[in-house]
């Protein structure tokens, strides 16, 4: 089953402009990441944000995590064609056993 | 270093076949797990191994089995192969069994006929 639900389902935006991602997810967590897959091919790990932080940055990249609402950003700024892929946000809620929960993922288009 | 590699990349198979994947985790990488992503859908859990070990196992049925080797290599293999099979199957890798990123495959993509 999925835990995660990303929002919107699909994002074209202009090269240059920022995107914005989010994530809701139902049950507890030690930590929430997310990926980008490029034409169905892997997973490449962007950034993890545990429990216990608000917000954290990479590059372009930010995140942030509210454990109240249950719910995740990613936000990538001054985006570039080449940001164009699926992105996927997973919570790890640990444990003996880690998986990860996949939302089903939002398709980012960036128009040159 | 090598990332992960999985063979082979694309498997074409008849319904009640057999099949096995395999995977090479990341130098110094002990946990090996398995997803199955079907098409428009968010990766799914199989298993999980460490250091030789099931830590985890998803929702699957039994046809579906796993192993994990000395060299902290692994094989996924499933059995009487169905055509709701059909899926890009990843291998995950990392250090530890939580709590990090993971790095994945580039999946072999399965074709159940």
């Known amino acids: 089953s999925q835990q995660g639900e990303e929002d919107p389902q699909a994002l074209s935006i202009q090269e240059g402009e920022n995107a914005t991602m989010n994530c809701s997810y139902k049950?507890?967590?030690?930590?929430l990441q997310w990926y980008r897959q490029n034409s169905g091919r892997g997973l490449v790990h962007l950034i993890l944000i545990r429990s216990n932080e608000r917000e954290k940055h990479s590059g372009r990249l930010r995140v942030t995590l509210d454990t109240s609402k249950k719910s995740s950003s990613l936000l990538i700024t001054a985006s570039r064609a080449a940001d164009t892929a699926s992105y996927f946000c997973?919570?790890?809620?640990?444990?003996?056993?880690?998986?990860?929960?996949f939302g089903k993922g939002i398709t980012l288009s960036v128009r040159p | 270093d090598a990332g992960v590699t999985q063979s082979p990349t694309h498997l074409i198979k008849t319904r009640g076949q057999h099949v096995t994947l395999r995977c090479s985790p990341i130098?110094?990488?002990?946990?090996v797990s398995w997803y199955q992503q079907v098409l428009g859908q968010g990766p799914q859990f199989i298993f999980q191994y460490y250091e030789k070990e099931e830590r985890g196992r998803g929702n699957f049925p039994d046809r579906f089995s796993a192993r994990q080797f000395p060299n902290y290599s692994s094989e996924l293999n499933v059995n009487a192969l169905l055509l709701g099979d059909s899926a890009l199957y990843l291998c995950?890798?990392?250090?530890?069994?939580?709590?990090?990123?993971?790095?994945f495959g580039s999946g072999t993509r399965l074709t159940v006929v």
């Open positions: 049950t507890s967590i030690n930590n």
């Open positions: 997973a919570t790890d809620a640990s444990g003996a056993n880690s998986k990860l929960t």
């Open positions: 130098s110094g990488h002990k946990s």
């Open positions: 995950a890798s990392s250090r530890m069994t939580g709590g990090h990123g993971y790095t």
